[in-house]
């Protein structure tokens, strides 16, 4: 690492202590934005790098609530408003043990960057809380997020801070929080995306992570020559984006052979095509956080406590949590003839694995492959500003013409030697539009 570099990461550290997963999003950035910070003398004047690593905002607070059984129960939540230069902070909350202020920082800080890169006036956010879903009851998911909201809604507002979903926050607690923020502020409005249809959500939102990501590896296959048509695909996980992502794969004619849980994952040579994808909804609604069950269901094969990196594949799709892809990983599926590799989750892959996967085959990393959730989010508040919904095509053509144009942002500040950079050029694009915007709006 270069020692400019290495200093500055040292400040990083020094003032955000022991918080690996920002430390790792931070220098994942700052390294590829560096030649252009050096470059650009009023970058440098007015500390945009020291300013745009530092959020705006943090908010952290206690969520009691009481269990079925009467039990008292304590959470802690969280909002990290990171950067408002080009928009409303924006971003989704996330409901999972492994919930920490380092963890809900990192995304915060991607979610600035990928934002920037949708071409949407959005700012970058990220919240959540390390309360579990998994297990709960109905009642106990409503009682915690009613609990969540009764201090959130102070803090949020349509055109302050949107919030949406993320892992554990799905389509059920978006109502529970979308709900206790009307009663509160007594107010229906656009105050968080993911909604339902019927009150104020987009047609396609469910979808959008997983279309806009396969839409997205199109526009790279399309670079190289090649059709998606035949490909075979590893995927990861089996949530939102999982889901999105292996139905627009075996609508397109590719093939996905793999889905995993934090029990293991699913071997299926046949493909997860047809009432297999429904099913992938059916397992998420248990609640249970297992992918064994669809094994017995279909005969595929299960690999106890295993990631799915090892089959012999054309492409692979993190679509789960990040550092979920490492070296080891990488090196595996390269040696197997793996030619592509894009993050579908947020940092998907560990720094040795985006290196060394950026040195050998094709990647692209999560700001600009997973943006589409994010972009349609975009337009869900586009839609309740003007009170008027779009139909499943046209939010479909937008989300479309949005990928290619990160994808063709990427190309423009990514190019190297003939060939896309795609971690350079979402990094640099991303970084731009925002360092401008903080420019132009002074000390602040
Ligand atoms: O990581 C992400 O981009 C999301 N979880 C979606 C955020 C949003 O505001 O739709």
Redesign the pocket.
Known sequence: MRTEIKEFMNQVIALNPGEKEFHQAVQEVVESIWDVYERNPRYKEAKILSRIVEPERVIMFRVPWIDDRGEVQINRGYRVEFNSAIGPY???LRFHPSVTLSVLKF?GFE?TF?NSLTTLPMGGGKGGSDFSPKGKSDNEIMRFCQSFMTELYRHIGPNTD?????IGVGGREIGYLFGQYKRIRNEFTGVL??KGISWGGSLIRPEA?GFGAVYFVKHMLDELGRSLEGLTFAVSGFGNVAWGAVSKITELGGKVVTISGPDGYIYDPEGIAGEKINYMLELRATNNDVVKPYAERFGAMFFEGKRPWDQIVDVALPCATENELNEADAITLVMNGCFLVAEAS?MGCTADAVEYLNNHIVYAPGKAV??G??AV?GLEMSQNSMRYNWTREEVDQRLHIIMGEIHETCKKYGTQNGKINYLLGANVGGFVKVADAMLAQGVV
């Open positions: 924006k971003g989704g995304l979610q990928k949107v919030p949406a979903g993320d995306t993911g992570t947020n997973n943006a959730g994010v989010s």
